[in-house]
């Protein structure tokens, strides 16, 4: 079952952390960063790291408003475990930040935009999100498997490190 649900557009309008997240996106597409995209983290009820669309800014495809935004949070906190914060942002996030947002664990994701209206203006994962079902029909990236035993071996010495932290 799905934990995705609507609210209406006056409640979006009045949280005030959907509209840091506005602010930051603004600030970032203002300054020419990248895309229409901004994000916050927060933690026991206070925004604790902001990101916007960083694309351009940085030449670096990773650098969505939430990765931005994470990437902050984990370095304010000292953890790359978020199970206690949220975060809000200004779009459905895309396939990458998504997994970002998992890895992270952070338990709660609040979003204005859908994904259909991000492709909408030019910003489509459709492509994506079709490799990850299976059902491309085409692959974009073509995957060369080698080495296996050796890359093996590292698994093999992770597994039967003492001193391993899981994550």
């Known amino acids: 079952m799905s934990r995705e649900r609507a609210v209406s557009m006056n409640a979006a309008a009045a949280d005030p952390f959907l509209q840091a997240a506005i602010r930051e996106a603004q600030k970032g597409m203002r300054h020419n960063h990248g895309g229409p995209f901004g994000a916050v983290i927060v933690h026991a009820g206070h925004i604790i790291a902001r990101g916007h669309n960083q694309v351009l800014k940085n030449n670096d495809p990773t650098a969505h408003a939430e990765i931005v935004a994470i990437r902050r ?95």
């Not at 949220?86 to 779009?91: H, N, V």
């Open 73 to 167: 949070a984990a370095a304010r906190l000292g953890r790359f475990d978020l199970d206690d914060c949220e975060i809000w942002s200004t779009c459905e996030p895309c396939p990458m930040c998504f997994a970002a947002i998992h890895w992270a664990r952070i338990p709660l994701l609040h979003y204005g935009c859908t994904r259909d209206d991000a492709a909408a203006i030019g910003f489509d994962d459709a492509l994506i999100y079709a490799v990850i079902r299976g059902e491309a029909g085409v692959e974009p990236v073509t995957r060369l498997q080698l080495g296996r035993p050796e890359c093996l071996a590292l698994f093999n010495e992770w597994r039967e490190k003492k001193d391993r932290q899981s994550y």
